[in-house]
């Protein structure tokens, strides 16, 4: 009960604070932030059935790259290349799915990071569809009915929809029935296909309907930024993005947006001593693995038990 | 009459061993089917290769007329036939009662597409899952963790959550293993009830006096191979057999 | 035809007996530790970097100051291990993130010391060699037999020396290896400490040759990865033929269709060997 009275708070103010803080920059980094926990929740679902997919950020660029060809080369509306962004980042995963997901612990860690970086590479040399190395210049902004959406705030409320409903589907996806499949597959696979579990299927679907929201998300950074280089999908992203889920905690969809809360603004507020910016990353990182392995989440809900208890 | 479960030159090589050559047998329905033969024998391996956790070398696999060889685990759970384990296969955090229902739930829910019917198929498992129990006598149990529970105990469970996908046919890996004599008489006892509700067995065992009380007929294997097969009568005097389980000769007798 | 043919192996083999040193000190650490060494790149660039400093600015002589940086780096990964691995140890998915915020920490470290700037280290040799129609710098020709030096060494002590062989022990089977009385903890550290030292090796030798800079280790890294996942995670054998293997074949590709071709196919090529056959070309399934 006081969870659900903390959520609620909490997206009040997250819905709110814009209306007060009339701050263009502030608003822009609140726009990074909703966009990377929706990439983080994304990686945070897989993480949960115990697979680590380092190609999320390239599912990202895919669905950015998509939805800006759709808009500037097919003169589709945004309301259109939007959810097929998402859809066909799904449908590529879901016909990779079922031939990598037979892949297991580290070898599918090591699978989704050549795969990220091959997508990457191919974003720098397939210059004529993806603008090479210089990327792609002048994106269209996005536009709802007919209003074109031009101030950061504007962004700011579609990527905090986005955000809100991808943290939605994480929770619902491991609750109840579905839930009990996919904790019971973690627990013990082998056991669960004895019963007759088909694990692959399962699997794949996690895996499409984590790049559906990598894809939605890339194509709202697309059409918010105005441009597009393949850097913005590479390797590093996608350590942004774990860090956020192992700092943030990865047992519950709260942990990655705590994680982007505090990650994402990271690098403004160290703005001044840049370098110092990726030292401070790399030692939050560090403190996490060694002394907080459960993240903020996981620290939050010990503290609550400890505090329980007599 | 189509065989239930037959078998024929099922071969299964690691390497240069053989570890199950040219087995042939088949079950007919209503059956107490017994696997049994000295350690290494490949009474495992046999068993493995009809749940679809290991891929024959040679050799086919039917159930009701339908090859199964090939198939996955997992996709001959749904043909009806469900395995248990050797170890305590159990879901260790659950309640006794939840291991009954999630094995149900896993069984209806076994592809994403069917999760409509998930919350209908969990409001009525409570029952027939306790109906379950109340078959293993188990239900004293109900509330408490599945690891809280003893290890013969756990072994009932396992057959309990193969029982809660309603399967045709029933295999049991060494299900006496472990237990004391008090406890492999109720499974004995056990076998008859089931055998009551239509679900028919194949028991790989190493206790071969239960296999030779319960079961209708006997398949003994010795280095990969079958060599005898048949009511315990002729297992029990069939010198090929006696030979082979030479030094434990007082167990069959 | 010829001519070009020997040159890309020629070309091919120098590289590719840099990657050896990388990928062996990646499977090493893998093999003995079930460690994903994110941090390897890194490793080869602070190599790169002491060797830069020591014989750079300090103008020692390039043979000492080599031999000193890669004790250097040799001495930091026994040091990680001690302090950091060894409290993750056992949990895969921690040591792959320690790993990487290892990378993060190492790669700042540079930035702030060092700057940004590319760098040279003083070439130890110059001219060059013919090897019939072939031509060949007389630097990588000097990286190519210091790099056979150390392979030579390395074999020496995993197959001839008692360490060694507790070494290859604890890869095989740790919990047996335990039995006959080998403390894991000193075979972790000496593996973490000797795969970082040939990373160090790796970038001490390459420091005359290409530019040094806080970011190098990212393509190094990469390489060491593709040939320890085509060799097999784990398999010494492996990373020798992978590396040697990669090193050809991306000079005849490089040669023919462009670099980024080439890693394109690589990638590809790793895709599919993590989907057929996971354990590499000369991997055991585990």
Known sequence: ?310 | MTALLETSGLTKRFGGLKAVDDVSFSMAEGELFGIIGPNGAGKTTLFNLVTGTLRPTFGEVRFRGNALTGLKADAVARKGIVRTFQATTVFREATVLDNVRRAHLLRTLHQPGRLLASLIEWKASEAEAREILDLLELDRFATQKARELPYGSQKLLGIGMALATRPRLLLLDEPAAGLNPNETRALAGLFARLRGRGVDIVLVEHDVRLVMSVCDRILVLNYGQAIALGIPEVIRNDPQVIEAYLGGADEIA | MLALTLQIVLNGLTTGLVYVLMALGFTLIFGIMRVVNFAHGELYMVGAFAVTVLSGKLSWPYVPAAVCSVILVGVLGSLLERFLFRRVIGNEFNCMILALAVSICLQSLGLIIFGPDEIGAPRPVTGVFHFGSGVIPADRVFVGVMAILLLVAFYFFLNKTHFGLMMRAVAQDPEVAALHGIRPKRVHTAAFAIGSLLAGAAGALMAPIYTVFPYMGELPMMKAFIVVVLGGLGSLSGAVVGGLLLGIVESGFATMLGSTAAALVAFAVVVATITIRPEGLMGRRS
Request: glycine content about 10%; overall charge positive.
């Open chain 1, 1 to 310: 009960m006081l969870r659900k009275a903390l959520l609620v708070l909490f997206a009040a103010l997250a819905f709110g604070w814009p209306l007060v803080i009339e701050n263009r920059y502030v608003t822009h980094i609140g726009v990074l932030i909703d966009i990377s926990a929706t990439v983080s929740l994304s990686l945070n679902m897989m993480l949960r059935i115990g697979q680590l997919s380092a190609a999320q950020a390239a599912f990202m660029g895919l669905g950015a790259y998509t939805s800006t060809l759709l808009v500037m080369r097919l003169g589709l509306p945004f309301l259109i290349a939007f959810p097929a962004a998402g859809l066909l980042v799904a449908a590529i995963a879901a016909v990779m799915g079922p031939i990598f997901l037979r892949v297991k612990g580290v070898y599918f860690v090591l699978l989704t990071f050549a795969l990220g970086e091959g997508i990457g590479l191919v974003f720098q040399e397939w210059v004529s569809l993806f603008g090479g190395n210089n990327g792609i210049h002048g994106i269209p902004k996005a536009s709802l009915f007919g209003m074109t959406m031009l101030t950061p705030r504007s962004y700011y409320y579609f990527a905090l929809a986005l955000a809100g409903v991808t943290y939605l589907v994480a929770v619902g996806v491991f609750r109840s029935a579905r839930g009990a499949v996919l904790d019971s597959l973690n627990e013990n696979e082998e056991l669960s296909q004895s019963l007759g579990v088909n694990a692959l299927s399962y699997r794949v679907c996690v895996f499409a309907i984590s790049g559906f929201f990598a894809g939605l998300a890339g194509s709202v950074y697309a059409h918010y930024t105005g441009f597009l280089s393949p850097e913005a999908f590479a390797f590093s992203t996608m350590v942004d993005m774990l860090a956020i889920n192992v700092i943030g905690g990865i047992s519950s969809p709260l942990g990655p947006l705590l994680g982007a809360i505090l990650l994402v603004p990271l690098p403004e507020l160290l703005r001044d001593v840049k370098q110092y910016q990726m030292l401070t990353y790399g030692l939050l990182l560090m403190a996490a693995v060694l002394f907080l392995p459960s993240g903020i989440a996981g620290g939050l809900r010990s503290l609550r038990q400890w505090q329980r208890s007599p």
